[in-house]
């Protein structure tokens, strides 16, 4: 690297970065049911997964979304276009989001499943899974995490270093995204909450990622960071963001 070593850290200091906001599709037929939907095909979201993707939407109404990505399956989808009505922004589909392949799984209440001998190590082991014809667990992390950085890098590129950047995906998908943010073993994702029609806030930076929000449902105004994002976590936690106390 060129320059002394107090320009690099002050080119760190002064980093800013793209907002990525991890969103969760709306509760479906499936989710009501106890069935693990998997990439099955037909599965929509029900009235209550609606009403809750409309009211994703009016939340993030004064959220300058400079990109909205969603998985292909169809929950996602019907997300994703209910935050793009009304903006002048184009829906984008990305397979890398897509929910993992639960292979012969897929399509089967959880009950059952929750006797076959691999669930033990879905709840306690899951980076040593890969699911009966389907896709391992770490595959699907490792997919997942280079897509939501690429979404980052490419937002930047394109619109600059303030984009906010939506990604509609899946719950276990969110959730291995932010244990790679969170510096936790995929074994230890299950240890994160991800309900219907929730939002977690994820900023990567020079030196490491930033989460400042989790399973969020409430307000989200307060969620995005300031234009100017450091590199250096705040000794002591620091005053928190300026949206806070506008």
């Known amino acids: 690297m060129?320059?002394?070593?107090?320009?690099?850290?002050?080119?760190?200091?002064?980093?800013?970065?793209?907002?990525?906001?991890?969103?969760?599709?709306?509760?479906?037929?499936?989710?009501?049911?106890?069935?693990?939907?998997?990439?099955?095909?037909?599965?929509?979201?029900?009235?209550?997964?609606?009403?809750?993707a409309q009211d994703l939407a009016d939340r993030l109404r004064d959220v300058?979304?400079?990109?909205?990505?969603?998985s292909p399956l169809e929950r996602t989808v019907s997300t994703a276009k209910a935050l793009v009505s009304g903006r002048d922004v184009k829906l984008l589909r990305d397979r890398r989001i897509i929910e993992c392949d639960y292979g012969s799984w897929s399509g089967k209440k959880l009950k059952t499943l929750a006797k076959d001998p691999l669930w033990v190590s879905v709840q306690a082991h899951p980076s040593a899974v890969t699911f009966p014809d389907g896709e391992s667990m770490a595959g699907a992390q490792l997919r997942?995490?280079?897509?939501?950085?690429?979404?980052?890098?490419?937002?930047?590129?394109?619109?600059g270093k303030h984009s906010i950047v939506a990604l509609v995906s899946h719950g276990?998908?969110?959730k291995s995204?932010?244990?790679?943010?969170?510096?936790?073993?995929?074994?230890?994702f299950q240890r994160i909450v991800i309900d219907p029609a929730s939002v977690s806030v994820l900023t990567y930076t020079p030196l490491r990622p930033f989460v400042s929000g989790v399973n969020e449902q409430g307000d989200l105004g307060r969620l995005i960071p300031a234009p100017t994002a450091s590199s250096d976590s705040a000794v002591g936690g620091g005053a928190g963001s300026a949206r806070a106390h506008s």
């Open 2 to 52: 060129s320059g002394s070593r107090a320009e690099q850290v002050d080119t760190l200091r002064i980093s800013q970065v793209t907002t990525l906001l991890l969103i969760r599709h709306g509760r479906t037929t499936a989710n009501s049911k106890g069935i693990l939907a998997g990439r099955n095909p037909g599965i929509e979201l029900d009235r209550a997964g609606r009403e809750q």
């Open 177 to 188: 995204i932010l244990a790679d943010a969170l510096g936790m073993h995929l074994d230890a």
């Open 64 to 70: 300058p979304l400079t990109h909205i990505v969603t």
């Open 172 to 174: 276990d998908v969110i």
């Open 144 to 159: 997942a995490v280079a897509a939501a950085r690429a979404w980052s890098a490419r937002a930047e590129r394109e619109t």
